[in-house]
């Protein structure tokens, strides 16, 4: 223990619906944010079988369910339900993304206490969070810990796991859940080491907080980590309470015939030569020539020539597992 302290749920609760938000068939309904724990609902994640499941145990567990239709619902939902207790999103990466943005467009990441349901392909933030599955994630959100986390902001957008500069437009989309699965955030890198004939990487310049450092060069990927890092193998949770972010710049080099693992090996492997590890609570990606960058937050994209982030430290309050880590150990 670092000798932060550990808070379990948020003082005494309102109210909360005993009903679940349960219709007449024994569903449960859009009830917006009128009770006090509100489940936001991606029935398109992952292999998209899970939703009878998450309904039932919501109804068990009185959270009142907003299934979402299309891309930013989650966004809408969560503004709406900034008044609740407690807020899960059930669904993959992209879906906690969504939350948690909706959450701080309403300013609400401190009042309003966030769960995970992992029902996405690759769940690399739930894994981080030390919640491995749909019922452990229940039982999370009724007994587990509730930390303060860092919340990253690039842009005026806020991330929780990662962000990622040097992807191509289309890697997230194409990326498979097989691939999501071995390698989480890093299935974009190797998807865009495998289908990008004519990816050139980024003219860039990084600076960081207070000039602490800056790099400049040709990067062929910038791995910002809030919630992870990136090592090839090996423990991937960051220290997600220190205010700072574990950055990889990996230098442009050709990747010549080697694709999938082989080239994510290469990458960020054994041979170190190409890859500068910093640590920071501010950083900014400029992109000197050619077209915008595009970045990924949390897996969800975003095209721009700068990109400003910074840490708000402990900015969001979470739910996590008996599998978090407050202190990590560092890497190499
Ligand atoms: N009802 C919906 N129909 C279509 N797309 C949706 C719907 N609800 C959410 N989305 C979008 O689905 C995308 C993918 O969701 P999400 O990331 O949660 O799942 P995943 O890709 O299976 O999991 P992971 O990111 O953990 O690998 C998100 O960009 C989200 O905006």
């Not at 039932?56 to 891309?71: G, K, P, Q």
């Not at 986390?149 to 997230?172: H, M």
């Not at 708000?312 to 560092?330: F, M, Q, T, W």
Request: charge should be negative; include cysteine.
């Amino acid at each position: 223990m670092n000798g932060r302290s550990v808070r379990r749920g948020r003082g005494p609760e309102p109210p909360i619906r005993t009903d679940g938000g349960r219709a007449a068939d024994g569903h449960a309904t859009d009830t917006g944010s009128e009770g006090s724990r509100v489940l936001v609902l991606n029935p398109v994640s992952g292999s998209a079988d899970h939703t009878e499941r998450i309904h039932e145990l919501a109804a068990d567990h009185d959270f009142a369910v907003r299934e979402t239709s299309e891309a930013g619902d989650a966004i809408e939902f969560a503004r709406e339900a900034a008044d609740a207790d407690l807020v899960a999103a059930a669904g993959g990466d992209g879906t906690i993304h969504e939350v948690v943005r909706g959450l701080y467009d309403a300013d609400a990441l401190d009042s309003t206490t966030i769960g995970v349901v992992p029902t996405g392909t690759g769940n690399n933030f739930a894994g981080n969070i030390g919640v491995g599955d749909v019922e452990e994630a229940f039982a999370v959100l009724e007994t587990g810990d509730t930390r303060d986390i860092d919340c990253g902001i690039a842009n005026g957008r806020p991330f929780v796991n990662s962000a990622i500069a040097g992807l191509t437009a289309d890697a997230s989309s194409e990326t498979t859940a097989d691939m999501k699965d071995s390698f989480g955030v890093l299935a974009y890198v190797v998807n865009t080491v495998q289908t990008a004939a004519s990816f050139e990487g980024l003219t860039i310049d990084v600076e960081t907080a207070a000039d602490e450092e800056s790099w400049h060069g040709e990067a062929a990927f910038v791995l910002i980590g809030n919630g992870r890092r990136f090592p090839v193998e090996g423990h991937t949770q960051a220290d997600m309470e220190d205010g700072r972010f574990e950055v990889t710049i990996i230098e442009d080099r050709p990747t010549g015939k080697l694709v999938g693992e082989a080239a994510i090996r290469r990458l960020l492997g054994t041979d170190t030569s190409n890859i500068t590890r910093l640590e920071t609570a501010a950083l900014s990606i400029s992109v000197r020539d050619g077209e915008p960058g595009t970045f990924s937050l949390d897996g969800e994209m975003l095209s721009a020539r700068e990109l400003d982030v910074e840490a708000e430290r402990e900015a969001l309050s979470i739910r996590v597992g008996e599998g978090y880590e407050i202190d990590p150990e560092p890497l190499d």
